[in-house]
């Protein structure tokens, strides 16, 4: 059976080879994780449609187009075999199996030097461990070069590039380096989109940011109150992003340029509220869409974020995932950033960020106080939302998270 790389969505045409997580020779399971694969979009894992032996014949970082056969599986090869359907080995060669066979292949052995202590002499991998290393020369366990395991290996189908010869268990692409101090390696194709659109985004639009600053002390305390009893009757804990989304819809719903789009020389203005949540993955960040999130409960917002964080970790993200979004949070605070400058996610025009939640000294009816404070910076596209909109807005939201009362009592 052929692994072909398969369509993850209509401006996807190729894909890099991350990461094989299964190697030439290993038993292979029906649904089992082989390898993973990169977009320009999203990383994920590519599943076994069904059991047998792998073979390779792409290595790991190459980029490949969309259908192309990266590997196959030798099904039904996952059971041992039965004596009459022992396979033929090369001439003075005892009989084998395919486990023995690459663990030879790994530590250097010339199998064609093992008794087999396996049903009619077969050659285990059992028998390959108990054997040592030795050195070049005549006698057991001698060391053998890459041209003899290939040759073992000769009923497996020829390799991806058979223009140049291909060692099964290739490494990774070595860095290239003019100096011995410098490492260099070519860009995923994920951190080359980034790349790209985070350009497009100063480029391309008219980009302010406003600040403000946020006292957390009711969030703070509504969260510790109630965060058992949501974890408890909903399997999440109440966070802060949930209050941000909640209080970013209702703003949204006030401002709404602030939730629309240009089109060519056209407003578009969206009645709805999807809100793309950014997370950093290893890849890179990305942003997932909450559909309809001025309709989701604190604890559906709380389930959607851990549920995308989930497949992240997975590489379970689905191109459907991150297509559309109207506005765009980002939580910063994470990381510890107490104040940056987030970039709009286009073709959206603003973005939310969030900060580290720090206490400090305020005035609070003419006295000092120690509040647990949090810094807010909206990023917008001056095109589309004046300057006025934009601080009012931020300013709406301040409140909202402030008096967080009336967001609990609609959702």
């Not at 030439?24 to 590519?46: P, Q």
């Not at 980034?194 to 957390?216: C, G, K, P, Y």
Request: proline residues 6%.
């Amino acid at each position: 059976m052929e692994i072909i790389v398969p369509s993850v969505g209509e401006s996807v045409v190729e894909a890099l080879i991350g990461k094989w997580l299964k190697k030439s020779g290993d038993r292979i399971v029906k649904d089992e994780n082989l390898c993973e694969l990169e977009t320009d979009k999203i990383t994920f894992a590519l599943q076994a449609d069904a059991s047998g032996i792998l073979t390779q014949l792409v290595p790991e970082g190459e980029t490949v187009k969309i259908g192309t056969v990266i590997g196959t599986i030798k099904e039904g090869a996952v059971e041992a075999p039965s004596p009459a359907a022992q396979p033929v080995q090369a001439e003075g060669q005892p009989h084998s199996s395919p486990s023995a066979r690459k663990l030879a292949a790994e530590k250097g052995i010339d199998i064609s030097t093992l008794s087999g202590s396996g049903n009619r002499g077969v050659v285990t991998a059992e028998d390959v461990g108990k054997t040592g290393l030795g050195a070049q020369g005549s006698g057991p366990g001698k060391a053998i070069s890459v041209e003899k395991v290939t040759s073992v290996r000769s009923e497996e189908p020829p390799p991806y590039n058979a223009a140049q010869p291909q060692v099964l268990l290739t490494p990774s692409p070595e860095p290239r380096a003019a100096n011995a101090r410098e490492r260099r390696i070519p860009m995923t194709p994920i951190r080359k989109r980034i790349a790209e659109r985070l350009l497009a985004a100063r480029q391309q639009t008219a980009m302010l940011t406003t600040f403000n600053e946020v006292d957390m002390s009711r969030v703070v305390e509504i969260r510790a109150r109630h965060k058992e009893q949501m974890k408890e009757r909903h399997g999440v804990a109440l966070g802060f992003m949930s209050f941000f989304v909640k209080s970013c819809c209702e703003a949204l719903r006030e401002f709404p340029a602030v939730n629309a789009r240009i089109d060519g020389s056209d407003i578009v203005y969206h009645d709805y509220y999807d809100i793309g949540i950014a997370i950093g993955g290893e890849k890179g960040l990305v942003v997932p869409v909450l559909r309809g999130a001025d309709r989701l409960h604190f604890w559906e917002i709380e389930k959607g974020i851990a549920d995308f964080g989930q497949k992240i970790k997975e590489n379970r993200l689905a191109i459907a995932d991150l297509e559309g979004g109207t506005f765009t949070i980002s939580n910063g605070g994470v990381y510890g950033s107490m104040l940056s400058t987030p970039i709009i996610n286009p073709p959206q025009s603003g973005v939310l960020g969030m900060h580290a939640i720090q206490d400090r000294a305020v005035v609070r009816n003419g006295e000092i106080v120690i509040r647990p404070m949090m810094y807010l910076a909206l990023s917008y596209d001056h095109r589309i939302i004046d300057g006025k909109e934009a601080v009012q807005f931020l300013k709406r939201v301040k409140e909202l998270v402030e008096e967080p009362e009336e967001l609990m009592l609609e959702g």
